[in-house]
């Protein structure tokens, strides 16, 4: 997603307040962000945060 902003993992990191390993977790599958640290990234990528966590593909 971030590719598609042309934004890198590191400055996606600097603009959301997170590090870069973690944006590296969250693009392989491993991580588990919390909403808060998700509104930051969907900020920072420039996207509404239901939009961002698309949330008609969400699993419960």
């Known amino acids: 997603m971030f590719?598609?902003?042309g934004v890198t993992k590191?400055?996606?990191?600097d603009q959301s307040d997170v590090s870069e390993s973690f944006i590296g977790d969250l693009t392989?599958?491993?991580?588990?962000?919390?909403?808060r640290k998700m509104e930051l990234i969907a900020k920072a990528l420039d996207y509404?945060?239901?939009?961002?966590?698309?949330?008609?593909?969400?699993?419960?």
């Open 3 to 5: 590719d598609e902003r």
């Open 10 to 13: 590191e400055q996606l990191a």
């Open 28 to 35: 392989r599958g491993r991580g588990n962000p919390s909403l």
């Open 48 to 60: 509404d945060l239901p939009v961002f966590i698309d949330a008609d593909r969400l699993e419960y």
